[in-house]
């Protein structure tokens, strides 16, 4: 009789050893694995509103959307096409195409002007240098945070988006914009003006704003073609020859 307690005693022992083994360890085997949420320091390579490898990507809204493009990678070298619009009334009242190389901090614009006109400039090295198509006089000085928005070229960027004030900022999220995922921005300055901006999640870099004044579009700027890193032909060159940077260097 004794010796049958002890074997129900060593079956109830070898019960619990089993049920506490299987809660340790067993359960993992059956439960759904949980989604990783990435808080807003996530890479942009996630896709824009949705999930991806299991992450699910922070929610754009008016108070987070500044702190969200502050979290995105720009590439450090790269070229671009740059149109800008100034639209009024019925028509286009001119139009401004930029070539934009960027490259290890120096970044070189050759600009066309509405009428034709060439203009050019090369920011690095705390120095501007900037001269006109068929001219040899270069207009140089010393460099501060716009000199690569030098003359006038007026191409916004990503700084752009976060210096908004935060206040005038009315509307956030993700939205599709040429094939690409990017952050949208719409801001209401007041007296009838407002902006709007585009920030590629993947490369971090503003691919279109626009200004409206009662509703209507008055400037718009695009980018296109981007090539990273920029092309090794990339001049950094004056007029003259003389190589102010050379690209990879």
Same mark, same amino acid.
């Given at each position: 009789?004794?010796?049958?307690?002890?074997?129900?005693?060593?079956?109830?022992?070898?019960?619990?050893?089993?049920?506490?083994?299987?809660?340790?360890?067993?359960?993992?085997?059956?439960?759904?694995?949980t989604a990783e949420i990435v808080l807003p320091t996530a890479g942009?390579?996630?896709?824009?509103?949705?999930?991806?490898?299991?992450?699910?990507?922070?929610?754009?809204?008016?108070?987070?959307?500044?702190?969200?493009?502050?979290?995105?990678?720009?590439?450090?070298?790269?070229?671009?096409?740059?149109?800008?619009? &100034? +639209?009024? =009334?019925?028509?286009?009242?001119?139009?401004? #195409?930029?070539?934009?190389?960027?490259? /290890?901090?120096? !970044?070189?614009?050759?600009?066309?002007?509405?009428?034709?006109?060439?203009?050019?400039?090369?920011?690095?090295?705390?120095?501007?240098?900037?001269?006109?198509?068929?001219?040899?006089r270069v207009l140089t000085g010393p460099a501060d945070e716009y000199?690569? &928005? +030098?003359? =006038?070229?007026?191409?916004?960027?990503?700084? #752009?988006?976060?210096?908004?004030?935060? /206040?005038?900022? !009315?509307?956030?999220?993700?939205?599709?914009?040429?094939?690409?995922?990017?952050?949208?921005?719409?801001?209401?300055?007041?007296?009838?003006?407002?902006?709007?901006?585009?920030?590629?999640?993947?490369?971090?870099?503003?691919?279109?704003a626009e200004q409206l004044t009662d509703g209507q579009v008055v400037?718009?700027?695009?980018?296109?073609?981007?090539?990273?890193? /920029?092309?090794?032909?990339?001049?950094?060159?004056?007029?003259?020859?003389?190589?102010?940077?050379?690209?990879?260097?």
């Open positions: 009789m004794e010796r049958g307690k002890r074997n129900i005693v060593v079956v109830l022992i070898a019960a619990i050893i089993a049920v506490a083994v299987l809660s340790s360890f067993g359960l993992g085997l059956f439960a759904p694995d942009p390579s996630a896709s824009p509103g949705g999930e991806s490898g299991g992450a699910v990507k922070v929610e754009v809204t008016p108070e987070t959307v500044q702190s969200v493009i502050a979290t995105l990678d720009r590439p450090e070298s790269y070229g671009r096409t740059v149109t800008i619009q &100034d +639209l009024w =009334g019925e028509g286009e009242s001119g139009t401004t #195409t930029a070539r934009v190389w960027v490259d /290890a901090g120096w !970044t070189r614009t050759d600009a066309v002007l509405p009428g034709g006109t060439r203009r050019s400039s090369i920011v690095g090295g705390g120095q501007f240098w900037s001269w006109y198509g068929g001219e040899d000199s690569a &928005d +030098l003359e =006038g070229q007026r191409i916004p960027t990503y700084e #752009t988006v976060l210096e908004l004030d935060p /206040a005038s900022i !009315t509307a956030a999220g993700y939205e599709a914009l040429d094939g690409l995922g990017c952050v949208y921005v719409e801001t209401d300055t007041g007296d009838g003006h407002s902006a709007r901006f585009w920030v590629d999640t993947d490369s971090g870099l503003l691919v279109r400037y718009r700027m695009t980018a296109s073609g981007l090539e990273r890193p /920029a092309p090794s032909d990339a001049s950094f060159s004056l007029p003259d020859g003389t190589v102010l940077h050379r690209v990879g260097a």
